[in-house]
């Protein structure tokens, strides 16, 4: 394998692309009105697409809300991330909290509907 990355299926690709950048820094690689490729500018491997979900690449039966699957964002600090959202209104599914196997994790939604968990390790965890 040489590369793995994700493609979200979107309503309003403008929407989602600012989400993602406004969030979580991304950097805008190619633009276009069915296609928008974001990379991660401290470790350009870190990639996310977004496609318009009528576009005709998208086969019918996948042209939905994503179901089955969230997305995770490891990060340096939970809370820098909560309070970025907040001040940028989106909605919070889940404030911060420790979870058992030793991560800071809250969870949100992206524009579209995919559930986006955030997290950062507990000091003294090396998970």
Known sequence: MNRLFTNICSTDINKSKKFYMDLFDFRLNFDSDWYVHLVCPQNGALELGIIDRNYDLVPKHYDGPANGLYLTFI?????????????????????????????????????DGTLIDVSSLLPDNDQ
């Open 75 to 111: 990060v340096d600090d939970v809370e820098t991330v909560l309070l970025r959202a907040n001040e940028l209104g989106f909605p919070i599914l889940q404030e911060p909290r420790p979870t058992f196997y030793g991560q800071h994790r809250m969870l949100l939604s992206d524009p």
